[in-house]
């Protein structure tokens, strides 16, 4: 009988081989980045719970720095200020929690990223749904089908897998690559 810990180390090994698929479209996502960083642009990241923390993470990656010393991006996530989550979700509905604060900010050029395994949440798709009538770029990160919020998105990052947790250790892994080719372009460089 196999152990339980190899077979998630080889399930976790085929979807990232099969998410090699993405890299493209990474590099894509980051070179249309680059074009609204240097246009003064700002990313919104947002997505619930565990995707919440991955939104969190890229944002942290890009006022922060990745791997160099480099100026900061403008990047802001919408799960992080409590007071206003829960005024919208208290005066309005939980389904407007992100397209509300996407409403008040977002402006043309900038961008949208969502997080989501399952792409089905409603108050993902309303932002995306906003964010596109904004003008702003919408960029998704799913899993599977990537379910309605795939129609939303200019961009689609879609890990090859319906397992949660699959789906959000490859996002750690492609949020990492974007803050590469992000990093190394802030301070001057070719990603390595």
């Not at 894509?28 to 919104?44: K, P």
């Not at 919440?52 to 100026?71: F, K, N, P």
């Not at 250790?169 to 001057?188: C, N, P, R, V, Y």
Request: charged letters at 20%; one cysteine or more; a negative charge.
């Amino acid at each position: 009988m196999p152990d339980w810990l190899d077979e998630q180390l080889r399930s976790y090994s085929r979807v990232a081989e099969d998410a090699s698929a993405l890299l493209e479209t990474v590099r894509a996502v980051g070179a249309m980045l680059i074009t609204s960083f240097e246009s003064g642009g700002t990313l919104y990241t947002l997505g619930n719970g565990g995707s919440a923390a991955d939104a969190q993470h890229l944002t942290g990656e890009l006022i922060g720095h990745y791997r160099r010393d480099r100026r900061p991006l403008r990047a802001i996530t919408l799960t992080t200020d409590a007071t206003v989550s829960t005024c919208i979700a208290n005066d309005y509905s939980f389904e407007d929690v992100f397209s509300r604060q996407i409403e008040a900010l977002a402006r043309p050029g900038d961008v949208v990223a969502a997080f989501t395994t399952s792409g089905r949440s409603a108050n993902v798709l309303r932002a995306l749904d906003v964010a596109r009538a904004k003008g702003a770029v919408t960029v998704l990160f799913g899993g599977g089908d990537g379910g309605p919020a795939v129609a939303l998105a200019d961009h689609v990052l879609l890990v090859p897998s319906d397992d949660t947790p699959r789906i959000q250790e490859m996002h750690t892994f492609l949020l990492h690559a974007l803050s590469e080719i992000l990093d190394a372009w802030a301070a001057g460089e070719e990603p390595s």
